[in-house]
């Protein structure tokens, strides 16, 4: 019950933040020495033309009047309409979002499979050869840009060894008629995880090292707390202590770090579709800042912090899940 | 454990009791003489400090060459005597950005079987699409890793201590405000925050950089905020505070000093992720653009040529890797050696 | 008189750092009998804690037991010798580590460790962390054992105990933390509890309750105690016999009143005037000149001669061991040379002057003698 009123909070308390990100970039936006309607006409433009254009696009209102129409209409989930695509933003980000939300639940998953198990081992041997090993693949991943992991990928796997696609995502939900290469549902499935394979790995792997690292040193430091001292004089067996006594407060660290890397995997998957040609949200903002298309800058921006914020809650909810010091509120 | 830590400890303690300014930047010598005696011993972060110098060098000759060079050549003093842009590099060698005559060749490096033909010892790592060579561009672009990543930590280094101090400082509403500033800005993914600079003022490396720094701003600002707070109520500051010393003075001299540990090994490590962030921001094409060499924007160009020369696509990468490395590693041992305890 | 439950001979514990080893514990010996409190007393870095540790083989990496012989009912629980090779190693004698966590730890010998706010996990609830170690240590089913919980968390004076089964370590306060960590030893029915400082963290009153509480079980459960503490206060109070220890060695051991009344270590006889004594009023107290030197490099001959107001030019030459320095009239052991049963150059030799440079400088010179 009062994880639910905890998480209950943490909702309640996203609301001025998000608030905040429509404020930060829509000041931002409309501080560019850019007027967009010039971009869309060329340099000397028809008056009448420029007028009409303004009135569209409700550029000929004041800054304020257009901040409270643009809350208002966001809460209807309208953002405006591209000035590229003429379409409401709405419906491309809608096209956009699965994409970018599998590659990086995904990749996400990929990296704590792997991270933790990884991590607990390398503590359990500290420096031992497999520690050794474990921290300087670590150190490596956290060390290298995703991008660059994506290009060698596709290197090794899409041109030497022609064995795993090097562009774009197959939804794994995606009718076989519309998916090439398939014929069954279960052909989609296989298709889609061909495709999805590199991306993910490519945006993954510095999660991986990330949690590698947090999940090693915080265990570590639990197991040499007193409660787990204390369970080993009680004749608890190493096996146990590592699994039950150390496991559930070292996740704690972890946690935290998961919600934190999420800000980077968000900047990685931007990235990673631009090495894949994913044609997801990152892209969409990419090609959009380019095209100087600020609806759907400010749409795609608001949208990535809402995902990394609802990211953090999430997080925070299944720490409080975790220690029950937050959970019931009255922390020391 | 450690011996002289618990002597400078000891120290510490006992210059708190009686209050004087003298005795404090004891302390933080001590401290500091400590730390880089931890560093030495740590052959990690010791090659880390050593590949950071080499490419600070590198940056720094590079820069020269390229920035230094262009603006004294605007003089007739200089230019009598042939200094230009990339004056040193066309005299050793040749321009990093200047492309041959004739048809331009892609050359992989020497020793790589390649249809495309072999490279040449006159270019060891083989030529890009353009045909100028890769190793001297790869070296050209450390510059721009290396300053922008700096300055831009730099940026956020200023501005963080900045709102910290003040906002952990001051306490109140001033604190309120800043923080949920700070807290907002957080929640926006660091590269889109970034990426909506670079929309707002237009790409160019300049914005890239100050982009980068300013979303960095919140990291540092709550880091300083959250040392300054625990710091604030630390004996000696309450000691400054009745002596009347003006709260400007105090947080100089006394509440930035004793927070700048974890701060440098924060910035250590940032320095590293801007780096990386830089790189990414000229591999979409936002950030340095061509000719000046660059490591991301080689990259980026690399990605049209990976059938005929893979390895144009490997260097660039494996140069911010080793880059990145280095920091990481020196900050990770800054940081080991600041806090004994979390030594693993 | 029956053989000791516990007998701890010659016990060495190194800690292998990165600046040199550091003899922790250095040949300490000392016995537990049935139904007996035996103290263990010292300034805070002496080697206490280290010292029980290794009782139940819990010294932590880089520390190792390197010497010694530990026996508990007759079973030896280490012996390490040291080999040709100069390495030590365990003998046949040793029991295995499986053996020691399934039958000693937990069941033949508790542990109550110094920080209440830390011994409990803060993710799991108490009543659950008790009823895992009565249920691994006393083999009873869950249901059983949670019926055993409770009654220990009553036992041990927690109001509501049933309701409070259920709560988070963070739910309690300290005193209240450390009766859930004395029930927890108790409900083991272990024949050894060993207490490592379990009241210093706790305020005054709150550490009086702890006393009291732990006089009354033990009477009524019979258990022997090993309690570690730096407070002689707390020794007067609750300890039948009593070793001090200095530096990783044991300077004085005797029957507490002996040790009161008669003391025969001049560090014993510091800790004394360092504490107010309900029997004796003084001036002003005084306190122990100087730090302890660090262990990692302890003064050559007695280790207690750089803070000594005994101190003599001999004392820097001999290390005394721990001798019966009463004629055997009491079980009084004391390790200085000032003693007959000591036959050293003790009277002829001139006094040193000690103690006089304050704390810094002693830790300074302890630091650099005899490198």
């Keep these: 019950m009062s994880l639910l009123r905890y998480s209950g909070r943490r909702v309640v308390q996203a609301i001025p933040v998000l608030l905040g990100v429509v404020a930060i970039t829509f000041t931002l936006i409309n501080a560019a020495p850019g007027n967009p309607v010039e971009i869309m006409l060329g340099p000397s433009p028809n008056q009448a033309a420029v007028e009409t254009l303004k009135a569209k696009y409700g550029l000929d209102q004041p800054l304020h009047v257009r901040f409270w129409k643009y809350l208002v209409n966001l809460v209807q989930l309208d953002m405006g309409r591209s000035i590229y695509y003429d379409a409401p933003v709405t419906t491309k980000i809608a096209q956009r979002l699965p994409q970018t939300i599998l590659l990086m639940v995904s990749s996400f998953a990929f990296a704590i499979a792997t991270a933790v198990p990884l991590g607990v081992i390398s503590a359990k041997r500290r420096n031992k050869p497999t520690d050794h090993v474990t921290r300087i693949v670590s150190l490596v991943g956290v060390s290298t840009p995703s991008f660059w992991i994506g290009l060698v990928l596709i290197l090794l796997f899409s041109y030497n060894l022609g064995v795993l696609p090097a562009t774009n995502l197959v939804m794994p939900w995606a009718h076989p008629s519309n998916v090439t290469g398939a014929s069954t549902r279960l052909g989609v499935l296989y298709v889609a995880g061909a495709h999805l394979l590199l991306p993910m790995l490519s945006l993954g792997t510095l999660q991986m090292a990330a949690i590698t690292r947090i999940e090693r040193s915080s265990m570590l430091e639990v197991l040499s707390d007193d409660y787990v001292r204390l369970a080993r004089a009680y004749g608890v067996t190493e096996r146990t202590i590592l699994r039950k006594h150390a496991f559930r407060n070292a996740q704690l660290p972890v946690i935290t770090i998961i919600g934190l890397q999420l800000t980077t995997a968000i900047g990685g998957a931007v990235l990673t579709e631009t090495v894949f040609e994913i044609n997801g949200m990152g892209r969409l903002i990419v090609s959009s800042i380019s095209r100087q298309d600020f609806p759907v800058v400010m749409g795609t921006t608001f949208v990535f912090a809402l995902v990394f914020v609802v990211g953090v809650i999430l997080t925070d909810i299944s720490y409080a899940y975790i220690d029950p010091r937050v959970s019931y509120g009255d922390q020391e | 454990m450690a011996t002289t830590h618990s002597d400078s400890e000891t120290l510490g303690g006992e210059s708190v009791e009686d209050f004087d300014e003298s005795e404090q930047s004891v302390e933080a010598r001590v401290g500091w003489r400590y730390t880089l005696a931890q560093v030495r011993k740590d052959p990690t972060a010791f090659a880390g400090f050593i590949i950071i110098a080499v490419a600070s060098v590198v940056a720094l000759v590079t820069t020269i060459d390229a920035v230094v060079f262009e603006y004294l050549a605007q003089y007739q003093v200089f230019a009598q005597f042939g200094v230009e842009k990339y004056w040193l590099a066309k005299t050793i060698w040749m321009s990093p950005t200047a492309e041959p005559a004739g048809t331009p060749t892609l050359l992989p490096p020497v020793g790589m079987e390649n249809t495309f033909g072999q490279g040449t010892w006159a270019h060891p790592l083989g030529t890009d699409d353009r045909g100028r060579d890769i190793l001297l561009r790869l070296i050209y672009g450390t510059r721009i890793a290396i300053l922008v990543g700096v300055l831009a930590t730099a940026i956020g280094l200023v501005g963080g201590m900045v709102i910290g101090a003040v906002s952990g400082y001051y306490g109140g509403w001033t604190d309120d405000v800043l923080m949920r500033l700070a807290e907002t800005l957080y929640a926006i993914p660091f590269l889109v925050l970034v990426l909506a600079f670079i929309a707002a003022f237009g790409r160019s490396i300049t914005f890239a950089m100050v982009g980068v720094g300013v979303a960095s701003i919140p990291k540092f600002a709550r880091l300083i905020r959250s040392r300054v707070v625990s710091v604030r109520e630390d004996e000696y500051v309450e000691a400054a505070k009745a002596a009347g010393v003006r709260d400007r003075n105090i947080i100089l001299r006394h509440v930035i000093p004793n927070s700048f540990a974890p701060v440098l090994v924060q910035a250590t490590l940032q320095v590293g992720t801007a780096i990386i962030i830089i790189a990414g921001l000229s591999f979409l094409g936002f950030g340095i653009q061509p000719p000046t060499p660059s490591w991301g924007q080689m990259l980026s160009v690399s990605r049209n040529y990976m059938i005929q020369n893979p390895w144009f696509s490997v260097w660039p990468g494996l140069c911010i890797l080793v880059t990145v490395v280095a920091f990481n590693m020196f900050g990770d041992g800054l940081r080991d050696a600041l806090d004994p305890r979390l030594n693993n | ?371």
Aim: aromatic letters at 6%; one cysteine or more; glycine letters at 8%.
């Design chain 3, 1 to 371: 008189m029956s053989a000791p439950l516990l007998r701890v001979d010659d016990l060495q514990v190194q800690f292998f750092t990165e600046d040199g080893v550091v003899r922790a514990v250095d040949g300490i010996s000392f016995d537990v009998r049935e139904g007996e409190l035996v103290g263990l007393v010292g300034e805070s870095g002496a080697g206490k804690s280290v010292a029980v540790s290794a009782i139940m083989r819990l010294v932590e990496s880089p520390g190792r037991i390197v010497g010694g012989h530990i026996e508990f009912k007759g079973e030896t629980l280490i012996e390490v010798e040291r080999g040709d090779d100069g390495e030590s190693y365990r003998t046949d004698a040793t029991i295995p580590d499986g053996e020691l966590r399934e039958r000693i730890r937990g069941r033949e010998i508790a542990i109550i460790f110094q920080d209440p706010m830390e011994s409990l996990n803060p993710v799991f609830t108490v009543g659950g962390q008790l009823r895992e170690f009565i249920e691994l240590n006393r083999d009873l089913s869950e249901e059983d054992a949670r019926e055993e919980a409770v009654r220990m968390l009553r036992e041990v004076g927690i109001p509501e105990a049933a309701a409070r089964y259920d709560d988070y370590p963070h739910q309690f306060s300290g005193g209240m933390r450390q009766r859930v960590l004395i029930a927890m030893a108790l409900a083991c029915e272990p024949a050894l509890i060993i207490a490592d400082e379990p009241t210093t963290a706790l305020d005054v009153t709150v550490e009086a309750q702890i006393l009291d509480l732990v006089d009354e079980l033990q009477e009524r459960y019979d258990t022997s105690f090993v309690w570690v503490t730096h407070d002689m206060g707390v020794v007067a109070e609750i300890c039948d016999r009593v070793n001090v220890m200095y530096l990783g060695e044991i300077v004085e051991q005797a029957p507490v009143d002996d040790l009161f009344y008669d003391t025969q270590h001049p560090y014993t006889e510091a800790l004394l005037d360092s504490v107010p004594r309900p029997d004796e009023t003084v001036e002003e107290l005084n306190p122990i000149k100087g730090v302890m030197p660090e262990a990692i490099n302890p003064p050559a001959g007695c280790r207690f001669h750089t803070r000594c107001p005994d101190a003599r030019e001999a004392c820097k030459t001999t290390n005394p061991d721990c001798r019966d320095v009463t004629d055997g009239v009491t079980e009084h052991r004391a390790a200085c040379i000032k003693h007959d049963a000591f036959e050293t150059t003790y009277e002829g030799s001139p006094p040193l002057e000690t103690g006089s440079g304050g704390g810094f400088d002693v830790s300074l010179s302890g630091g650099e003698t005899d490198d």
